[in-house]
């Protein structure tokens, strides 16, 4: 588990705590790197366990940074809330170099969490636990009527379907108008 | 990922890689019931659903349950719906038949079986017959499981172009029906009217004829008016068999000329094949045991130097 705490700005981030440690030390120091969510707070995980994410492993292999640099430099996923990542980095240090289990139970129960959690993980692309939520979305319909499943996954009706596009349209015929309007202005 | 993206159809389902991984999470019984949600989850659920099985049942089973079952064997799911008994079969089978329209264009599947209840009220019946009746080009096979007659002969006599037709119910010991009767296949269960004259004059590729009340003896008659030239019979019908003390040795004991060698059937199982040849050697029946469930000779009629 990672330790983390709260930042002070994007820019300057905070001090991170004490990086994560197994039980048994590798032989070859370990490199870190940092990372932080939209509430700014800095979570230091290994290059290893990073290694889950094919985002991430694929910008730290390009980047060569040294320790230091990788502390000054965490990297900001501003559209993750704090807790999912906390979430992300927690799954990634526990499946640290391990073959994933068939099933993971530890996933968030509440569908809001969940949801944030798949687009979190689909984002930093992390295909094994992305296959665990995505059977955990699947198990919440499971045995549930069409209203039901109507209710928990909130799907909208064909009439709000057909307003969203109504409205949709409406919205891109004011855009289109806007900037046609501002082409003329540019022209005279 | 603030609260109100989520408010209404997740972003989770806008992302194309993350919504194929839940559908195929999903058992085809839930991919129905989300794909009657909205026009929208209609569309997304479909090339799910078209990719799951090849072959489809729909049944009715109209009794006191008032039961639609959907079905798909070659993958072992089935959807269900069913009805209180205060409503009528024509109200069951009208509510029914959007729900039907429905999972039909979403599996869009090339192989659809029906299994039709007809002892129902005329209503009812008359339009079950007509809505099969106009699919039936996209059905592989309509099954009758009712005991009557009349509505027996009156599929026999409609459905000459259904692939497949199933006649699986207890028929009263008075049923007849005229031949010839055209259907491409027929199998009829628990066939004690038919006659050797009925399946001569069969005018199909193939004919089942199951738990009939024809014996070893009625067939070894059949086949040495066949092999004299005295009974006529459609070149290459294969003809499907089942009776008491059913005995390929027994049929052929005291025909001339009777080959049998082992041969390995598809299933990889070995059987002996009996092969019955005029005397200029030409060959004019082969016949073996299918086995699975209950023990069942096919017999296929031929008039060539053929051999399987």
């Not at chain 1, 993980?121 to 919440?140: D, F, G, P, R, S």
């Not at chain 2, 037709?165 to 055209?182: D, I, T, W």
């Not at chain 2, 004829?209 to 070893?216: H, K, W």
């Not at chain 2, 390929?248 to 299933?267: E, F, G, N, Y």
């Amino acid at each position: 588990m990672s330790s983390t705490e709260q930042g002070t700005s994007s820019a300057a981030p905070a001090e991170p705590t004490t990086a994560p440690e197994s039980a048994a030390a590798p032989e070859v120091p370990e490199s870190f790197y940092y990372v932080h969510g939209k509430d700014k707070v800095v979570h230091k995980v290994s290059a290893g366990a990073l290694q889950h994410s094919a985002l991430i492993h694929g910008m730290i292999s390009n980047l060569g940074y040294t320790e230091e640099q990788a502390k000054a430099n965490p990297f900001p996923f501003e559209n993750i809330d704090g807790d999912i990542l906390q979430m992300v980095v927690d799954w990634c240090n526990q499946h640290k170099g391990k073959p994933t289990p068939p099933e993971d139970t530890n996933l968030p129960k509440q569908k809001e969490k969940l949801f944030d959690l798949v687009l979190a993980v689909n984002y930093l692309e992390i295909k094994e636990l992305l296959t665990y939520c995505c059977k955990q979305v699947a198990m919440m319909v499971k045995g549930k009527s069409p209203e039901e499943i109507r209710e928990i996954w909130m799907i909208p009706t064909d009439a709000e379907d057909e307003a969203a596009e109504k409205e949709a349209k409406k919205r891109a015929g004011k855009e289109a108008a806007g900037e046609t309007a501002a082409a003329a202005g540019d022209a005279k | 990922m603030d609260a109100q993206s989520t408010a209404k159809f997740p972003n989770v389902f806008k992302l194309y890689p993350v919504l194929r991984e839940v559908l195929e999470n999903m058992e085809p019984a839930e991919l129905i019931n989300l794909s009657f949600c909205s026009k929208r989850t209609l569309n997304t659920v479909k090339p799910v659903c078209t990719n799951i099985g090849q072959q489809m049942e729909i049944g009715f089973k109209f009794d006191d349950t008032k039961t639609v079952t959907f079905a798909c064997p070659d993958v072992r799911w089935e959807a269900s719906w069913q009805q209180g008994p205060e409503v009528t079969f024509w109200k069951t089978w009208r509510s029914s038949q959007t729900k039907i329209e429905h999972i039909f264009q979403l599996f869009n599947s090339p192989n659809f079986a029906a299994k039709l209840d007809l002892d129902i009220d005329p209503k009812t019946t008359k339009s079950m017959i007509e809505w099969a009746k106009q699919r039936e080009t996209v059905l592989s096979h309509l099954y009758y499981c009712g005991t009557s007659g009349r509505q027996a002969s009156k599929l026999l006599r409609t459905f000459h172009n259904c692939g497949r037709l199933s006649l699986a119910g207890n028929l009263s010991q008075r049923f007849r029906v005229n031949f010839p009767l055209e259907s491409p296949i027929l199998i009829i269960h628990n066939a004690h009217w038919v006659t050797m004259e009925n399946i001569c004059s069969f005018k199909g590729q193939a004919i089942a004829v199951l738990q009939s009340s024809l014996r070893n003896g009625n067939l070894n008659v059949f086949l040495k008016e066949w092999k004299s030239g005295s009974r006529r019979v459609d070149l290459n019908l294969y003809l499907m068999m089942s009776f008491t003390y059913l005995d390929i040795s027994t049929i052929v004991l005291d025909i001339p000329h009777v080959a049998r060698r082992w041969i390995r059937k598809t299933d990889n199982k070995e059987t002996i094949l009996y092969e019955v040849f005029n005397d200029d050697n030409t060959m004019v029946a082969s016949m073996f045991y299918e086995e699975p469930l209950f023990r069942k000779m096919i017999i296929i009629f031929r008039d060539s130097q053929d051999r399987l």
